[in-house]
C-alpha cells in the first residue's frame, strides 16, 4: 500500500524555539493533505488542510500565524509550530488522500513534540 | 457538522471472549468508514475501510458493519487475546478528498 513518511518521530525542544514537522508521501502525489492533533487521551482532531501550491486552511481555532504549513511540492508538507510553548506538546500526525483502485487516506506514524 | 460517537469509553475483558465496539455518526451522507488502532504512544493503524455503499468487512478475527441510513457501525472482534489491547478509533469522511472525523476512541483491555 501507499506510504507516508514524518520526520523527526520525536522532538523535544525547549520553550520559544520552532519546530519543523515534515510529511512525506512516499510513492504517490498528494495535493492535499491533512494535519491533525492529539493531546494525551484525546482523539485526532483537524488542525489544517495543506494544499499543494496554494495557501493552507485552517480550523477555528487553530493560529496560523503560529502553525506555518508549506505544501512546497507534490510530495511534501511542512508543519511549522513556531515559538512553541509546553501547551504546544502533543502527538502531530498527517495523512494524505490517495485516489487508487480504493480511494483512502494514509496516515504517517506521527511526530511526538515535547516543549519544556 | 459531522459528530462521532464511540461507546463504551472503556472495556476489560477475559481472554478469549468476543466483543463489539460501537461508533454513531451524525451525518449519514459519509463516502467511507475507518477503523483504526493505536497502541498508546505510537500512530494509527488501519483495521478496516467500508465503502458507503458495502455492508461490512472482514479480516482475521475483526468484521465490520455499517448502517449508513442509521449512522452505527460496528467492530466485532471474536476471540480476543491480550495482543488486542489498544485503543479503537472510528472515523468517517464525506469524499476521497475530504479529512476523516474522530470518535474519541474505546480503550480494550484483554486480562489474560
Known amino acids: 500500500g501507499a506510504v507516508v513518511s514524518q520526520h523527526p518521530s520525536w522532538v523535544i525542544c525547549k520553550s520559544g524555539t520552532s519546530v519543523k514537522i515534515e510529511c512525506r508521501s512516499l510513492d504517490f502525489q498528494a495535493t492535499t493533505m491533512f494535519w491533525y492533533r492529539q493531546f494525551p487521551k484525546q482523539s485526532l482532531m483537524l488542525m489544517a488542510t495543506?494544499?499543494?501550491?496554494?495557501?493552507?486552511?485552517?480550523e477555528q481555532g487553530v493560529e496560523k500565524d503560529k502553525f506555518l504549513i508549506n505544501h512546497a511540492s507534490l510530495t511534501l508538507s511542512t508543519l511549522t509550530v513556531t515559538s512553541a510553548h509546553p501547551e504546544d506538546s502533543s502527538f502531530y500526525i498527517c495523512?494524505?488522500?490517495?485516489?487508487?483502485?480504493?480511494?483512502?487516506?494514509?496516515f504517517g506514524p506521527g511526530t511526538r513534540l515535547l516543549v519544556l | 457538522k459531522q459528530e462521532v460517537t464511540q461507546i463504551p469509553a472503556a472495556l476489560s475483558v477475559p481472554e478469549g471472549e468476543n466483543l463489539v465496539l460501537n461508533c454513531s455518526f451524525t451525518d449519514s451522507a459519509i463516502y467511507n468508514l475507518q477503523w483504526f488502532r493505536q497502541d498508546p504512544g505510537k500512530g494509527l493503524t488501519s483495521l478496516l475501510l467500508i465503502q458507503s455503499s458495502q455492508r461490512e468487512q472482514t479480516s482475521g478475527r475483526l468484521n465490520a458493519s455499517l448502517d449508513k441510513s442509521s449512522g452505527r457501525s460496528t467492530l466485532y472482534i471474536a476471540a480476543s487475546q491480550p495482543g488486542d489491547s489498544a485503543t479503537y478509533l472510528c472515523?468517517?469522511?464525506?469524499?476521497?478528498?475530504?479529512?476523516?472525523?474522530f470518535g474519541k476512541g474505546t480503550r480494550l483491555s484483554v486480562i489474560a
Open positions: 495523512s494524505a488522500p490517495h485516489h487508487g483502485g480504493e480511494e483512502t487516506q494514509y
Open positions: 472515523a468517517v469522511t464525506n469524499s476521497g478528498n475530504t479529512p476523516l472525523v
Open positions: 495543506s494544499n499543494e501550491g496554494s495557501k493552507a486552511t485552517y
